[in-house]
T-cell receptor, first 114, second 114 residues
């Protein structure tokens, strides 16, 4: 079975600084990878996903993530964060060939400080 | 386009009372449906998932149950709530096929058991 590890539970960062949220997964088979964002008291929203092709994927609001198969990682980055990026971020993995559920990491709370 | 509705948004219930949370999906057929719980300071815990009418898989043994009386309706229930049932409950759906699609989440229900 696959598993997902988000190494940092809390990441405080100043506005306009760069940020990296780390995600590592373990799986012996091909996987699809996702990042979700959750604002307070709301459901999760899909931020970006890797299915195949280019290992670098981007979201519409400036986030990007790179799939690294050798390191089994899918870290999320943004070169310059805004106060509005404050939220909880979840990494998730789905086994290719499976119609079953995603496996989520424990989440990383990103807090952007003024 | 597909939409997912979850209600109520907030709920305060006494210990020992029953529970019924409802989730419906529009704009698709035969979705996979999921119930997650998010306790304070913890990640997402998969409670139940369903791949078809009347087909429910339980991931965690507890005093909650789920039912799928119609193709796009998923209900989370309890006969007697416990204090530990407090949390943020999220419904989600995904396509069974093709592969690679992530989940779409509802807006969540904040349940407080008092």
């Amino acid at each position: 079975a696959q598993s997902v590890t988000q190494l940092d539970s809390q990441v405080p960062v100043f506005e306009e600084a760069p940020v990296e949220l780390r995600c590592n997964y373990s799986s012996s088979v091909s996987v699809y990878l996702f990042w979700y964002v959750q604002y307070p008291n709301q459901g999760l929203q899909l931020l970006l996903k890797y299915l195949s092709g280019s290992t670098l994927v981007e979201s519409i609001n400036g986030f990007e993530a790179e799939f690294n198969k050798s390191q089994t990682s899918f870290h999320l980055r943004k070169p310059s964060v805004h106060i509005s990026d404050t939220a909880e971020y979840f990494c998730a993995v789905r086994k290719a060939g499976s119609a079953r559920q995603l496996t989520f990491g424990s989440g990383t709370q990103l807090t952007v400080l003024p | 386009s597909q939409t997912i509705h979850q209600w109520p948004a907030t709920l305060v219930q006494p210990v020992g009372s029953p529970l019924s949370l409802e989730c419906t999906v529009e704009g698709t057929s035969n979705p996979n449906l999921y119930w997650y719980r998010q306790a304070a300071g913890r990640g997402l815990q998969l409670l139940f998932y369903s791949v078809g009418i009347g087909q429910i898989s339980s991931e965690v043994p507890q005093n909650l149950s789920a039912s799928r009386p119609q193709d796009r309706q998923f209900i989370l229930s309890s006969k007697k709530l416990l204090l530990s049932d407090s949390g943020f409950y999220l419904c989600a759906w995904s396509r069974g096929t093709p592969e690679g699609y992530g989940y779409t989440f509802g807006s969540g229900t904040r349940l407080t058991v008092v």
